[in-house]
């Protein structure tokens, strides 16, 4: 049957631009399951295929149909196609291509391409039939509909579909929105979560990302963020966190931050990677199977949309070049292939050239940077022996996720998922992170000249000050030792700003109450995320050195290090907070080999003094205490 192959060629006019029409025509696991397609499942038998080829099964009509699939090709948003190569079934091969052509008179004219060649007679019947009359018309009638989503001023968030709900699950849903609505939460963006999850289908609800919810929605992002973390505390959601590959970008999900590893493995890239909250840790979410069960079915595992930052790829046989016209938008790129080390990098500007060569050989790629037009062809040339699957890719990150090193350092995440904590013995990295030691000046003192009862009860509200000071810039109390607090930040700014807050109002008090002198000390730098008394908490030098910074202060100012002073919004704080001074000087910390730092000490000018610089030997005690 090897000499017998079926084409198929069907032409389609749409009104809707390539831009528009590429994210739901290329979302193939979609449109697969669209178009009928049966699940796909894994038929690996451990061993890695060269190149990213994947050995996939369905059954059709019961009967089993196996393939060897060669990895998508494409370049967005003009084209892609694959190769399929079957061991078992009633085809022997099939070959699938789609290109979006932009028309002069605006919208897209639609080429999709199918061959197809049989294994037996059987396939000789099936293809005609399946292809040939069944997926015809699923064809036709899915880009009509999906020409008529792009042709929208906002495409949809989501595609509607009836959607299962548990017993009485969708009673559950409705009472849990009127809940969440009833403790404050905005009514606005209850119903449009709630209309989502009883209309979306299950491929939209398997991964709800909190930021790309409050984008479409014109929302803030933190209030979103916020809404999904109480709506799984209440039960309407379960949260999950997502390892990302640093390559595809794709990986699998966690159900809880004590599942995760320090390594992870990306089978499809074949690397081994350290997991990082800043960048490979993301949450999601997704309905709790008490409201509504999703099922994470499969209909297709590798098309363009399973990783959007890559721009094209592309195989290329041994020895060979291919041209592509390439629309970029401006910044810095990869081009690498799966087989090979490294890759080269080039950038993406006005004044890029129109044309570049770019060249894997066995010996490497070359080290030279080139600059790019928006518009240009990009050649590829493979001067290997072997095949290569070159790979063009944006090195841009999304800033739609919301990552771990985000959320673990927010105060709500804190108070509703206290025992969220890595496994015992874990070290993973946060990346950058700001944290803040706080203590009372003179707490002592406190106790013995108004009593413990009353000392207590004012130690308390200061800490509900400090609470409420930190959450508000989007921090996080981590731990209090005694009457000292360790809080964390994404942004030194929002450190300064909050503490600058927290003194304020603990000097003056409401009327009647005694005012409290806070002493603190602000450092940013790396930090490993662990696991300590059941919380997760931080560890590092950046740690032990804000800890001996807020020593040094004299409960009317702020210590800061100079890469704190040093952040733009930092300075714009000290500038445009007007009233605020800032005085450089340099001290040895104990536990840095008696290392001269230079520091800040940040203070409003009507403030009196300053404290002295020998306060870091009446803190050193408490200071190792913290650590």
Known sequence: MADKQFHYHWDYDLESSPDRLWPLIADTNRFNRDTGVPIVESAQDGARLKNARRRLRLFKFGIPVEWEEQPFEWIRPRRFGVVRRYSKGPVAEMRVLAELIPKD??????????????????????????????????????????????????????????????????????????????????????????????????????????????????????????????????????????????????????????????????????????????RSVELTFRPNPSVRKIESLQFCVGGPNVTPHIVAQQFLHSHSERKLPLTLERGRYRVRTLELPGGQFFQVTEDGAAEVHLRASAEGWSGEEARVAESATVILENATDDEQLFIVERMTWSD??????????????????????????????????????????????????????????????????????????????????????????????????????????????????????????????????????????????????????EALSSGCDVIISQAVYDDPEVSKVCSEAGGLMAEPFEIMLKGFDEEQFKLWRVKRRDEGGVGNIDAETRGRGDAEKKN
Request: glycine residues 8%; hydrophobic residues 40%.
């Open 105 to 278: 008179t605006g919208g897209t004219h639609l080429s999709y391409q199918v061959w197809a060649t049989p294994r037996n007679a059987l396939g000789l019947l099936a293809i005609p039939f399946q292809i040939g009359v069944v997926s015809a018309r699923a064809f036709k009638k899915i880009f009509s509909e999906y020409d008529r989503l792009a042709s929208n001023e906002q495409q949809p968030l989501y595609l509607s579909s009836g959607g299962s709900f548990a017993s009485g699950g969708r009673e559950r849903l409705h009472s849990l929105a009127r809940k969440l609505i009833s403790e404050g939460k905005p009514q606005k963006i209850v119903e449009a979560l709630t209309e989502m999850i009883e209309r979306a289908d299950d491929l939209s609800l398997a991964r709800l990302r909190p930021y790309v919810l409050a984008d479409y929605w014109e929302m803030p992002r933190r209030q979103m963020l916020e809404l999904c973390l109480c709506a799984t505390r209440a039960g309407l959601l379960d949260l999950q966190w997502d390892i990302l590959c640093p390559l595809c970008r794709g990986g699998e999900s966690n159900a809880s931050l004590r599942e995760l590893q320090s390594q992870a493995h990306c089978p499809s890239c074949n690397i081994d990677f350290s997991t990082n909250f800043d």
């Open 400 to 549: 739609q996720a919301a990552t771990a090193a985000e959320v673990t350092a927010l105060q709500v995440f804190r108070d509703l998922f206290a025992t969220e904590a890595l496994r015992p013995g874990e070290m993973i990295s946060v990346g950058t992170l700001t944290v803040l030691f706080t203590d009372l000046r003179g707490s002592t003192k406190l106790y013995r000249e108004i009593g413990d009862a009353t000392a207590f009860g004012r130690v308390m509200n200061h800490f509900d000050v400090l609470r409420d000071c930190i959450a508000d810039e989007e921090g996080a109390i981590v731990k209090t030792i005694g009457d000292a607090v360790m809080a964390v930040f994404r942004q030194p700014a929002s450190a300064l700003r909050a503490m600058l807050k927290a003194q304020k109002s603990l000097a003056s008090p409401p009327d009647g109450m005694l005012s409290l002198q806070l002493k603190a000390g602000i450092h940013t730098g790396p930090c490993i995320a662990v696991t300590l008394n059941d919380r997760l908490d931080y560890f590092g030098s950046t740690v032990n050195m804000a800890a001996r910074l």
